[in-house]
Structure formats: structure tokens, C-alpha cells
């Protein structure tokens, strides 16, 4: 499985950007999905997930309310909805698919950059 993250870009606080993550090489559509983000220097953390339905989604507190994950199993896609975006919200962003197996994350696209200014 290939994960391709795009969508980051430069935008004001208080913006808006949609973070999109296409898989190619097999169907996605029977794995969580997920999105992480990383600061230079730091660990990476968790964002959100999704299961592999769709019916469960779940959020970090530092975005929750803002940021809203979502998939299209048919366009083997997952998404990220970001609003109200801070500054503290500049950093590279991954997508992540995992069969919730016992490794842990399975596949991990390359990251996108986010970028908030004040």
C-alpha cells in the first residue's frame, strides 16, 4: 500500500484546509485510518482516526472540535478537515493506515506541511 498525503499549504489563523490521503496498491477500505503530525525535533503524535467504516472517529484534545476526519472507501481516501487553524497547528502531517493487527500502524504516507500564520 502507497499512502499519498496532500492538501498542506500556507494559511491565516483562524483558516481553514483539507488534508486528503489517497492509498493505491490494495483497498484500504478494511483499515483504520489516521492522521499524525510531527514537529521537527519532536515525537510524532496522534491527530484523529477513523475505523474502517467510518462510524467511529476519534480526536486529540488539541484538535478536537476543529478538526474532523472522514473516509470515501469508494476512492479508497481518506480525509482532514481543518478548521480554525493555529499557529501551533505548523507541522508536517501524516496519514496512516493500520489493520489493527498487532504492529501497530501498517503503512505511513509521506508527510504534508502544514503552515499557520499569525
Known amino acids: 500500500v502507497q499512502l499519498q498525503a496532500y492538501g498542506g499549504g500556507l494559511v491565516q489563523a483562524g483558516g481553514s484546509l483539507r488534508l486528503s490521503c489517497a492509498a493505491s496498491g490494495r483497498t484500504v477500505s478494511t483499515y483504520a485510518m489516521g492522521w499524525f503530525r510531527q514537529a521537527p525535533g519532536k515525537e510524532r503524535e496522534f491527530v484523529a482516526a477513523i475505523s474502517w467504516s467510518g462510524g467511529s472517529a476519534y480526536y486529540a484534545d488539541s484538535v478536537k472540535g476543529r478538526f474532523t476526519i472522514s473516509r470515501d472507501n469508494a476512492k479508497n481516501t481518506v480525509y482532514l478537515q481543518m478548521n480554525s487553524l493555529k499557529p501551533e497547528d505548523t507541522v508536517v502531517y501524516y496519514c496512516?493506515?493500520?489493520?489493527?493487527?498487532?504492529?501497530?500502524?501498517?503503512?505511513w504516507g509521506q508527510g504534508t506541511q502544514v503552515t499557520v500564520s499569525s
Open positions: 496512516a493506515a493500520d489493520s489493527m493487527g498487532a504492529v501497530g500502524v501498517d503503512y
